[in-house]
């Protein structure tokens, strides 16, 4: 089964095992078991990421500024040079945060990063040749597979770009 048009939170949700469950089986199996009979608190952040934060916004932006510009525009926040630390920045987050909600917030350095990653890829000729052709992004594609032992097991994946 194919699926346009998921949204990555529907995609993570669902129970089939993807390539990040079989990293979680690679570090342990124990681990990949209790993940998956513990979804609530992998997404309460119970468990923490491999890596920061940060990194996983970085990659969902730049993922969204290359394949689905236009979504780009609708869910990230490339927030200005902001002091944190300060009242006026603490008062300019609290603004732009309640603005928009529930959208990716980028601080100036990592919206520059994905900004510069973005660039460099658009200004590749095999790359703008894969991005320009005819297609659909981000496909969510589910189905069941049979282990060695014929076992089935359900798997899913998302596809970057399928042609037309």
Request: aromatic share 10%; glycine share 4%.
């Amino acid at each position: 089964m194919i699926k346009r048009y998921m949204s990555h939170a529907d995609y993570l949700a669902r129970p089939e095992t993807s390539n990040s469950d079989l990293g979680d089986f690679k570090r342990a199996p124990a681990f990949f078991r209790y993940r998956k009979d513990n979804p609530e608190e992998k997404e309460a952040g119970a468990i923490p990421p491999p890596a920061s934060q940060a990194v996983f916004d970085i990659g969902t932006a730049f993922h969204m500024r290359v394949l689905e510009p236009d979504l780009y525009t609708k869910r990230v926040v490339e927030l200005p040079p902001i002091n944190f630390r300060s009242k006026s920045g603490a008062e300019t987050w609290e603004d732009i945060s309640t603005i928009h909600e529930g959208k990716l917030f980028l601080r100036n350095e990592s919206a520059q990063i994905v900004n510069g990653m973005a660039e460099s890829v658009f200004k590749t000729p095999a790359c703008k040749d894969f991005l320009d052709a005819k297609g659909k992004t981000e496909l969510s594609v589910f189905r069941e597979i049979n282990d060695n032992d014929g076992n089935p097991i359900k798997c899913r994946c998302r596809i970057d770009k399928a042609f037309d």
